[in-house]
């Protein structure tokens, strides 16, 4: 089982989210910004290290929102999707194709892998209230 952590960066409502380049089965999707964790790296750590690493901001990390399993046949994932509560230093990134903000209201309506499915509704759920 393969560990990754992503991290929900808000702003007005709206949620970062990011589109996959890298070339594996997953390319061209979209997906909150995070990535795996190391051997012996806490998950807050390895979310701050994939966020300076892929964005090139320094964040502090809050409370594990969403935490799930998922088989893609080819691996297993554990996610973990974690609240940033504050960013400092200007988003960018070679990483990927695109980076947006988006209302929470319309991730459902974006190809993000399926692993994300929890998050989502999580998110969609607050925005409810």
Not at 4 to 17: A, C, P, R, T
Not at 58 to 85: M, P
Request: hydrophobic share 35%; with cysteine; net charge neutral.
């Amino acid at each position: 089982m393969i560990k990754v952590v992503v991290g929900i960066i808000e702003k007005d409502g709206k949620v970062l989210i990011a589109r996959r380049v890298t070339d594996d089965p997953l390319k061209g999707r979209w997906e909150f910004p995070g990535g795996k964790v190391e051997k012996k790296e806490s998950p807050r750590n390895a979310l701050k290290r994939e966020l300076q690493e892929e964005l090139g901001i320094t964040a502090d990390i809050g409370k594990c929102i969403s935490c799930s399993t998922y088989d893609y046949g080819h691996i297993l994932i554990e996610l973990s999707a974690y609240r940033v509560s504050r960013v400092s230093g200007d988003i960018q990134s070679d990483e990927y194709q695109n980076i947006i903000w988006v209302d929470k209201k319309d991730l459902g309506g974006l190809d993000f892998p399926e692993a994300n499915t929890p998050i989502i509704n999580t998110l969609q759920r607050e925005s409810r209230r």
